[in-house]
């Protein structure tokens, strides 16, 4: 990777099992077009950020939880500040009070660069629009336009699976850029 980049959004290949067991849960296997990384592996990741930046990082519902996004993102040289919730509008498998019908996104900071707006420190909830033909783990366009709105560039997606105009991209299945 090259560059000092303002803005960062990462969604890491968190490793999660293929299959989870009874009880609600998911039974039948997961297939995910990606190779999944350890927690150690992201982490020792050399993250090109500017000296003041943002993170926006995308974790899994046990990652957030448990403290792993949190420590992603010192180990980056972030700061947890927030977090926005990412509602789905087709969530996942599970029992009607345990579904899986977000995701998290951790927010951190580098340095002291102000945010366009301070209250995306706090936790916010958006819908996901419906989207045919959506490229898992495609980052929603809605989550990008309010990452502009309120992060400067220059601007990096870690672990893109798709270009847009003015993000260099970055990962195995990156559609080009850095």
Known sequence: MIGSYATIIADPPWEISSRIGAGGRRSRET??????????????LDVPAADNAHLFLWCTRKVFREGIGARVARAWGFEPC?????????????????????????IARRG????????IGGVHFWKQPYAH??????????????????????YLEMFSRRARLGWDTWGDQSLGGV
């Open 112 to 119: 002291s660069l102000p945010f366009g707006d301070e209250r």
């Open 133 to 154: 033909g959506k490229i898992h783990p495609a980052k929603p366009e809605g989550f990008m336009d309010m990452v502009e709105q309120v992060s400067p560039g220059p």
């Open 31 to 44: 297939v995910v077009p990606y190779s999944f990384m350890s927690v150690d592996a992201i982490c020792a």
């Open 82 to 106: 927030g977090e926005v919730i990412w509602g789905l509008r087709n969530p996942g498998i599970g029992s009607a009070f345990l579904m899986n019908d977000h995701e998290p996104v951790l």
